[in-house]
Every structure is written in structure tokens, then in C-alpha cells.
């Protein structure tokens, strides 16, 4: 699930939210939000609305470790989908 709300340029954030249920080891838990942060990094150029956006990224049914790559692929093709476009994911 990803929130977003509309900021002044400049001023955008991002938290993550992992809870043990979804994904149990902190190992995985890392691995996932480093995933995303990379997705973020390469996605926040320019003028684009990540930039200038509050998002929260929660991940809400448990996954197991062989889904940790696609759940962020998941994340990471909503987030350019968000910034080709603009429209809210």
C-alpha cells in the first residue's frame, strides 16, 4: 500500500512501514526497504511529483522471503507509474 500526500517542492519524505508479521526476520525487513529507498533514488529527478510528495510505503499481508524481490519490483513500478503520471497510486 502506498500513501501520498502533495507537498511545497523540496519537502518530500518517505516512511516504510515492516511489521514483523509481514515479513519476520530483520534481515528481510532491511533487504525490503532497501529495495524501495533504491526504487526512490532513481526515481526522484527533476521536477517529478516524488519529490515534492510525503509517501508512506506499509506493507500489509505477510510475504514470504522468496517475494521480497517482487513485492518491491510492485512498489517500484507504482512509484514510476506515480511519477510518469502524476496520478496518486
Do not use: C, Y
Not at 511545497?8 to 516512511?15: A, D, I, K, L, S
Not at 505477510?62 to 517500484?76: C, G, T, V
Amino acid at each position: 500500500m502506498v500513501t501520498a500526500t502533495a507537498l511545497t517542492p523540496g519537502n518530500g519524505r518517505v516512511g516504510m512501514v515492516v511489521s514483523r508479521k509481514a515479513l519476520s526476520r530483520a534481515v528481510d525487513r532491511n533487504r525490503f526497504k532497501r529495495k524501495v529507498r533504491e526504487a526512490l533514488r532513481v526515481l526522484r529527478v527533476g521536477d517529478s511529483p516524488l519529490t515534492h510528495s510525503d509517501l508512506v510505503i506499509r506493507v500489509k499481508p505477510a510475504l514470504s522471503r522468496e517475494a521480497i524481490d517482487a513485492a518491491a519490483a510492485e512498489a517500484f513500478g507504482l512509484l514510476r507509474q506515480w511519477a510518469e503520471t502524476g496520478a496518486t497510486p
